[in-house]
């Protein structure tokens, strides 16, 4: 039969095989229904007329097609063409179908026994996958053990006998399982290897999806078809499974009260939830998984430029499977956005992903603000903006409990020496100014997380937990030569301040009642016997009583 086909894939004109072929008394008639004469979709999958129109396009390319094509005559009777496409020669746009129906001799029949020797028969059967034989006309010639096992019968000669019971009357695409297989013969014939999805029903009624691997090969000069079958149930099972973790994955994200986002390892955002959207004021998810980079600023606070830091957080979360960090964004109008990340690894379609939680930090932070204004005012001494009497307490009752042999815990108590004379000299905002000016010194002789409190008027504690006794003697030196080195410059005054320092040390073993107070008195005691014995020095509480330091001036009367 030929058909000649314009370049917008219309029959133009036919011959008279064709009329007869469907029936047609007239060209019209045909080519009004040229594409119902065909089914809505072909084997393959996809609508007839897309896959006419493809292989017209290559035939125009190429000059040439050739391709298997499936036309339903009625609602029962299927026929399988081999079409071969040729584009005319003389340019004038025409292309000529050439459609001969594929036929299979039915007396090309081929005996089991001509296949499989006995001899290679316990070798055919060993195969751990289902290996067999068909001749051209779809009849099985032979089978391994493999092909009974998956079907469920006794031996291959049962499986042979009943192998049409095999094949439910439709292909879930909904056309004829015979059609269907007919056509993908045509195809190997055509190809000479082909690999297709297919459905079998078992002996017991079980659907068994399959993947079919059909071969032309050659017996005897006789073509004949060889099949492989992979059973398929544990791949749709583990698909089923893959499926189900999709969704759960995706209502997880769609359900989340904060942004949550999927980022793969090039840093392509895969799927995001509304809140995203609504954190970075888009318009649509769409333009936060399109535009990633476009929401973030060249450079993180820390001077790092964002990409380079979101690359390395993201390896991080691929190597330790978590990590959690802190990011600027910005939103659809620029302002930036302070936000804590989570990201998380997780198995996604056979590869790993991050699952990235991102947490606006702006309310956050300005309640961790106002937390901090109120804990300042709550434990820091107004004037000198050191520790108050209540903080230390709160911390030194702490750090006491914590206490152990081999780390005790130290204090220095401090007295500015002649404080009143600086006060009724000079006034109190002078006398407030040496407090603020001595806080700074005593500072800069400690680490900068050692607790510095303003005990009372002139009175100074510092807490060094884990110091021994001689680590506090020598810190409490360090600190009275910083004070007495050099006046204090207020104004147009120049003050020489000293002070007067008491240190003791605590250790687990002794029992006290009240620990903080024990060792308070102890260094009080320490920095009064100072004040009575000359001043601007430092005396340790030790087991035998007030000992005077050696790395200090010895008052005059100690």
């Not at 219309?10 to 029936?23: I, K, N, Q, S, V």
């Not at 004469?37 to 390319?61: D, H, N, T, W």
Request: net charge negative; aromatic share 12%; charged share 25%.
């Amino acid at each position: 039969m030929q058909i000649n086909f314009g370049l917008d894939g219309l029959p133009m004109d036919c011959d008279f095989a064709t009329l007869e072929y469907f029936g047609c008394d007239s060209a019209d008639r045909l080519f009004e229904g040229f594409f119902r004469m065909s089914p809505r979709y072909q084997p393959c999958g996809a609508l007839s007329r897309a896959v006419f129109a493809e292989y017209l396009s290559k035939s125009q390319i190429a000059g040439s097609s050739r391709f298997i094509w499936l036309f339903q005559k009625d609602f029962t009777k299927y026929d399988i063409m081999e079409v071969y496409l040729v584009s005319s020669v003389n340019n004038s746009g025409q292309i000529t179908g050439h459609f001969n129906e594929f036929f299979i001799d039915p007396n090309a029949i081929l005996q089991p026994q001509q296949i499989v020797s006995d001899w290679s028969q316990s070798v055919f059967d060993s195969m751990p996958h289902v290996y067999g034989f068909l001749d051209l006309n779809l009849n099985l010639l032979t089978c391994n053990k493999a092909g009974a096992n998956l079907f469920k019968f006794n031996n291959h000669n049962d499986l042979v006998e009943n192998y049409a019971k095999l094949l439910p009357a439709h292909q879930p695409c909904g056309l004829p399982s015979i059609v269907k297989l007919r056509h993908y013969v045509a195809m190997v014939m055509l190809e000479g290897r082909h690999t297709f999805e297919w459905f079998f029903v078992a002996q017991d009624g079980d659907e068994i999806p399959c993947e079919l691997t059909v071969m032309r090969i050659s017996y005897k000069g006789e073509p004949i078809l060889s099949f492989f079958v992979r059973d398929l149930r544990d791949y749709y099972a583990v698909m089923h499974q893959r499926e189900r973790v999709e969704q759960r994955l995706q209502a997880m994200i769609d359900t989340a009260p904060i942004s949550c986002f999927i980022l793969d390892c090039d840093l392509n955002v895969l799927e995001c939830n509304q809140e995203t959207a609504i954190l970075l004021e888009l318009e649509s998810r769409d333009d936060f998984i399109d535009g990633f980079f476009d929401f973030i600023p060249e450079h993180q606070p820390d001077g790092r430029l964002s990409f380079d830091k979101i690359r390395e957080k993201m390896n991080l979360v691929m190597e330790t499977g978590r990590a959690y960090f802190e990011w600027i964004c910005k939103n659809a109008s620029g302002q930036s956005i302070p936000c804590e990340i989570t990201g998380v690894r997780v198995r996604l379609n056979d590869r790993d992903v991050a699952i990235v939680y991102m947490r606006d930090l702006r309310e956050i932070q300005s309640t961790v603000a106002m937390m901090e204004r109120l804990n300042k005012l709550a434990f820091t001494d107004f004037t000198t903006e050191a520790h108050n009497r209540l903080a230390f307490v709160e911390i030194a009752e702490a750090a006491l409990k914590n206490a152990t042999e081999d780390a005790p815990v130290s204090l220095i108590f401090l007295d500015i020496d002649d404080f009143k004379q600086i006060n009724d000299n000079y006034g109190h905002l002078i006398g407030d100014e040496v407090l603020r000016i001595l806080v700074s010194r005593i500072r800069h002789c400690l680490r900068r997380d050692t607790l510095v409190a303003r005990y009372g008027g002139e009175e100074f504690v510092i807490l060094l937990p884990g110091s021994p006794e001689n680590d506090a003697e020598n810190a409490a030196n360090r600190i009275r030569e910083n004070v007495a080195k050099s006046p204090f410059l207020i104004k147009e005054d120049r003050l020489f301040v000293t002070a007067s320092f008491g240190v003791a040390t605590y250790y687990p073993d002794e029992n006290f009642e009240n620990p903080l107070q024990e060792l308070i008195r102890k260094a009080d005691e320490a920095m009064f016997a100072i004040k009575r014995s000359g001043k601007n020095a430092v005396a340790v509480y030790s087991g035998l009583g007030v000992a005077y330091s050696e790395m200090s001036p010895k008052p005059p009367s100690f």
